[in-house]
């Protein structure tokens, strides 16, 4: 009978789609990262160490919905964490295994990663950090001359140098500008801790210096009515979807058309990946009372549901030790997150930078992602001139009150 | 096998989807959206909280308002798309590729489309605005300033669906029209304005409705990619859709039970539309 057979037919594939290969004594590790050619350097290179063990990389697209992923579903062995945020709520949602290593007091590291790698306010290490990114400044010095630049120290000095340069043009004619920065929100972020302010308290509830917010925002627009000094974002060619990538292109410096560009320090790999544009990092300036910045980093955490805990933790500690921290540099791109590794004398000031810089601030109450929502609402009803100093600042306070988005009244 | 059992064999398989992926689904978020919910503790039951927060919400307000502003081009997208049919309606090979070459854009994904004509708008380097640069016209920067941006977008929308699916509709709408018909208008000299009103009015009335009603569903509904991918909901939350703010409150901001009272509003300003598709939809 013709059905009889099709029925022996699908029963046949179905038990062969049910059979696996036999085990080569092979173990995988699963490691959630971007898929920069240094993460796939350093799994060869753990593999090499680790014969039998192979290392799958798996992509993670949006942190957010990663942690949900992981929260509801499957999650790998090592996790990657590109905010402190990020790894804050996988350690607080039991989401991470503990790590065995240095206290906070001995703690080898920059300070300010410290964040990345502790949960809570805790001694309790649940991940830790491969790179730090500093935020620094670049320099053009085709347009900037070098005593020039490397005479600045404050934000006044950076402004007195960029005036006495400008209006400068390209070879095509466009305008050159004076300072690029990378985002509204680390730009309001750095000067209002330069002038002394904090956003979060230590419970993290809001705690935003209206004052200085004010002062804050005041200075920022004081620098955008100046013709020529701060770009447009509609000068940059980066749009403000949220969907598509924002690109290397966005960047006005890498066109020759600024003669600073502030930005974090991952841009070293776009730049030293080009020939067109010469650059040169220095440190960012300080402000009126201290010169805090801001600075990013990574880490990896094991995961709970790790079915090779220990291998695990064997690749973390490996990728966060010196051999492959220094091996990391030949991708010469990131400041590596141990101190005490020599790298490149013309990056030396990226370790200053470091020593400078915090983690940005985020509270266990809030969302990530709402928080930064709340700050490019009110930052852009300032820029647009919905919103006066006054106003953008009271929108600031209490929308990270109620942690709600506030919307910007004409 | 009765013809009543067959039937039921038959649908049963798109039935069970519809129950699982569904009304299940849809019943889920309206119980949802009467807790608190960050997912990451657990719920706990606030009532109607969540609508009357939302209602009071001037976030909510501002992206359904933008929805309702953006659904504006629904009866210019028939009213398009009627003409369009009117024009590629005749079998002549140039037609048939013209018919083809109008309804590409439906072929091609939303994404590509969005990212196409973000880089059209953009202000600087964009190709709208270095046409209007050529005739001397100074361009607006038209992602960047909430007045044009919701402009920009209803332009895209316009643009993608007018030689679509309402289309092809009226193409099919328009051959069940008698020949005769024609004959005797062609004959009588009657001029386009009074064909459209005795002829193609009478026969296409239905189907106007029903493509109206589709598409202000789909407006209401829709608007997500074209805010995630084009313009980020802004500036200053101008192209905020109401699936926007949805998928922001649920998916970004973990609050899931607030993004649930979202989604069942939205079911309730298109349930009139439903009931008006139901009573509309072409019999034949």
Known sequence: MPIKKVLMLLCLLAIMAGCRPAPDGTVTLVWATNSHPSRIDAARWFEKQHPGVRVEIMPMGDSRQFFLKCLYGDAPDVITFFSADTFQAFAENGLLRPLSGPSRSAWPYYDALQDYCFKGHTDELMALPQV???????????LVPQEKAMAVQSWRDLLGLVRTLSPAVTDTGKPVFGLDIQSESVWFTTWYWQRGGRFFSPEGN??????????????????????????????????????????????????????????????????????????????????????????????????????????????????????????????????????????????????????????????????????????????????????????????LASALEAGAVEVPRD | MTDTRRGLAFVAPLFTGVVFF??????????????????????SFVGLENYRTL???????????????????????VAGSFALALFLRRTTPWHRLLRLVVFLPTLVSPVALYIMWRSIFFADMGLLNRLLDLVGVAAPLWLEDPGWAKAAVMVVLLWESIGGFQMLFF????????????????????????????????????????????????????????????TGGGPLRSTTTLSYLLYENAFQWQKMGYGAAVGVLMFLMISPLLALKWKGAPRD
């Open chain 2, 171 to 230: 193409l099919a709408g328009l051959r069940q029209i008698p020949e005769q018909l024609h004959d005797m208008a062609r004959l009588d000299g009657l001029p386009l304005r009074r064909r459209i009103r005795d002829i193609y009015w009478p026969w296409m009335r239905s189907l106007v409705g029903f493509n109206l009603c589709l598409g202000f569903i789909g407006a209401i509904q829709g608007g997500f990619e074209i805010a995630f991918l084009m």
């Open chain 2, 22 to 43: 569904c009304l299940i689904p849809a019943a889920a978020c309206a119980v949802l959206s009467l807790f608190r919910w960050s997912l990451t503790s657990p719920p």
């Open chain 1, 206 to 395: 809001s705690v935003l210096d209206r004052d200085i917010a004010r002062e804050t925002l005041a200075a920022m627009e004081r620098w955008r009515r100046l013709p020529g000094v701060i770009p447009r974002p509609s000068d940059r060619l980066n749009l403000p979807s949220s969907g598509a990538s924002q690109g290397v292109l966005g960047s006005l410096f890498l066109q020759g058309r600024a003669l600073f560009y502030w930005s974090g320090s991952w841009k070293i790999a776009d730049f030293e990946a080009q020939d067109r544009v010469p650059w040169q990092v220095r440190m960012l300036p300080t402000g009126p009372v201290n010169g805090l910045t801001v600075m990013g980093g990574n880490s990896f955490g094991v995961s709970c549901r790790s079915t090779h805990p220990e291998l695990a933790k064997q690749f973390v500690a490996a990728l966060a030790g010196k051999a492959a921290q220094k091996r990391h540099l030949a991708h010469r791109i990131y400041l590596p997150a141990r101190k005490g590794i020599p790298i490149p004398q013309s990056l030396a000031v990226l370790k200053e930078q470091a020593k400078a810089a915090r983690c940005p601030e985020h509270s266990a109450l809030l969302n990530e992602a709402l928080v930064k929502e709340i700050f490019k609402q009110a930052l852009e009803a300032h820029r647009l001139g919905v919103a006066n100093d006054e106003e953008a600042a009271e929108m």
């Open chain 2, 55 to 77: 209602l009071g919400d001037p976030l909510f307000l501002q992206a359904a308002i933008n929805t309702l502003i953006l659904s504006l081009v629904v009866p210019l997208q």
């Open chain 1, 132 to 142: 730090a990114y500093p935020y620094v400044l670049y320099v053009n010095p085709e």
